[in-house]
């Protein structure tokens, strides 16, 4: 048992089910308890779908354990073909079912219906929704793709690409746009949008576009050995990795290509004098690996921050993350715990954090500026207007998404100069957000934490006896000087500088000598 208050991802037939609403024409089949229904929202809500998922559930009741839920099973997989006549059928089980053993696979063959029936064995208590996403498409790809002639012209499949995606919509677009663009015709983007016949002719492509590794990897090894199929490491989200994809493509096809690169504006925004002040910012970064590894790389070498802290939730991904991690001075942090998560954060004191809908509310709690730059994230970030994160249009959309949350330059230096103002002060937040940060003051905030009591009692850590340190007022007048989303790094680095030297009551000269021990 694990205590559990928000999870990163849900259970694998989650996964299944973004992939087979994503696609048209395919049928999932799910043995699952009632209520189990309530999957239905994350599309019809949080994806805004007009439609309901193509899902029949069996929705068994506690009074059908006693009888025969195989029959329930089997009855409902024929009543959801009859009724939508897809082109396949997925069949599974939920967490619940699971545990009841029908073999759901072994039950829709005995009905011998006459389209495909694929059969999922997700593992509920072992994986997430990602693997089960990546595993349904596989299944499906393994399948239904059949051996076909490769297209005249140099063209890719885009693999990846689910419902309930974050940004999938908007970066299959710039994707297929930047590659016709190019000269490279998209023959199938699978699952988002492909049908099972569409499916059946992937391997007509030249080669695979490996979108989002998460969803797709699997099926881009299979397409790969079993069809001859290269596919790209690349994930083109920011401009580096967006040129680093085409040289890739230009590698595979053998193509010279030249992007056209007049819409892009990230280099240049980022390059003018306004983006000074974004140098060095601490950032702290969480997410899917994939997206968290290209934000740090954005966030450091296309924007000037500092990255203090990279992880990811999905374990799956943790060996290419610790090495980029590594590359960048940083430990990873791997972890679905967002209790460690945000642990981490208030230890790394960041000025912005990049992270998912969690650490959005972590930021809130914190009163730190915070961007959403990956799954999970809640209806705000499925948005009406075009918001790819991959692609030229991407790299525009990430720089203002990355500078939005901080405070602008003219602000940020006047705060520096004017203390007290009754309008533009720490306590109102940035004033482009137009509302007032009231953050209160807790231990632990990285606003400002309260003095120690003096006479606290000493605590023992790590063997070692910890000196309980007294901030004096005129240390902590000095203190509040400082700009409050680098106040709790200041206060934070002058408590172990004290600590280390023993000094048990910090005022003003202890706060200085800190200072300029760690300007060294
Ligand atoms: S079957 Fe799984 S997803 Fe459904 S209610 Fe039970 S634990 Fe939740």
């Known amino acids: 048992m694990k205590l559990a208050m928000w999870t990163y991802e849900g259970p694998p037939h989650v996964g299944a089910m973004r992939v087979a609403t994503g696609m048209r024409g395919l049928h999932y089949v799910l043995h699952a308890p009632q209520g189990d229904t309530y999957a239905d929202l994350l599309f019809t809500m949080i994806e805004r779908r007009g439609e309901r998922p193509p899902v029949t559930y ?153 979108m989002y590794p998460e969803t797709a990897e699997a099926a881009a090894r299979y397409l790969e050995k079993e069809h001859g199929q290269p596919f790209t490491r690349t994930v083109p989200i920011g401009v580096d990795a967006t040129r680093g994809f085409l040289a890739e493509v230009a590698g595979i096809t053998g193509l010279a290509l030249q992007a056209d690169e007049s819409r892009l504006r990230l280099p240049w925004w980022s390059a003018s004098v306004d983006s000074t002040y974004l140098t060095g910012k601490r950032v702290f970064v969480f997410g899917d690996a994939t997206h968290a590894m290209a934000a740090a790389r954005v966030a450091r070498d296309e924007m000037g921050f500092e990255v203090c802290g990279l992880g990811c939730y999905n374990r799956e991904y943790a060996r290419p993350l610790r090495a980029l991690a590594g590359e960048m001075g940083v430990e990873a942090l791997v972890t679905d715990d967002h209790l460690e998560v945000e642990a981490a954060i208030e230890a790394a004191a960041p000025e912005l954090i990049l992270g998912t809908q969690m650490e959005r509310h972590v930021g809130k709690r914190l009163g730190v500026a915070t961007a959403v730059i990956s799954a999970p994230v809640h209806v705000q970030d499925f948005p009406a ?76 850590a790590g063997g070692s006896t910890r000196l309980e340190v007294v901030w004096l007022p005129d240390a902590e007048d000095e203190l509040r000087k400082i700009p409050f989303f680098v106040r709790g790094k200041a206060r934070r680095n002058t408590e172990g500088f004290a600590q280390e030297r023993g000094i048990a009551r910090i005022d003003r000269e202890t706060l200085y000598e800190a200072k300029a021990h760690f300007a060294r």
Do not use: W
């Open 58 to 210: 069996t929705t068994f009741q506690a009074q059908d354990l006693g009888a025969d839920t195989a029959t329930l099973f089997k009855d409902a997989a024929r009543v959801a073909y009859e009724r939508h006549r897809p082109e396949a059928m997925i069949v599974g089980a939920s967490c619940t079912a699971e545990l009841i053993q029908d073999d759901p696979g072994g039950l829709a063959a005995a009905l011998d219906l006459p389209v495909p029936v694929i059969p999922l064995e997700l593992p509920s208590y072992q994986r997430k929704e990602n693997f089960g996403a990546d595993e349904t498409f596989y299944r499906i790809v393994r399948a239904l793709a059949a051996p076909c002639e490769r297209t005249a012209q140099a063209s890719c499949n885009l693999l990846g690409p689910t419902g309930l995606g974050f940004r999938h919509r908007d970066d299959a677009e710039e994707i297929c746009a930047l590659l016709e663009g190019l000269g490279i015709a998209v023959n199938v983007v699978a699952p988002m949008g492909a049908s099972p016949s569409d499916v059946a002719r992937l391997p007509a492509a030249h080669f695979n576009v490996l």
């Open 385 to 460: 207007r075009h918001s790819p994160l991959m692609g030229h249009e991407g790299a525009n959309v990430l720089f203002d998404t990355l500078v939005h949350p901080l405070v602008m330059g003219l602000e940020d230096h006047l705060l520096h100069m004017f203390r007290g103002d009754f309008e533009f002060s720490d306590e109102a937040g940035p004033s482009h957000h137009g509302a007032t940060s009231t953050v209160p003051e807790r231990p632990g905030d990285l606003r400002a934490a309260p003095p120690a009591q003096p006479g606290a009692e000493a605590a023992a």
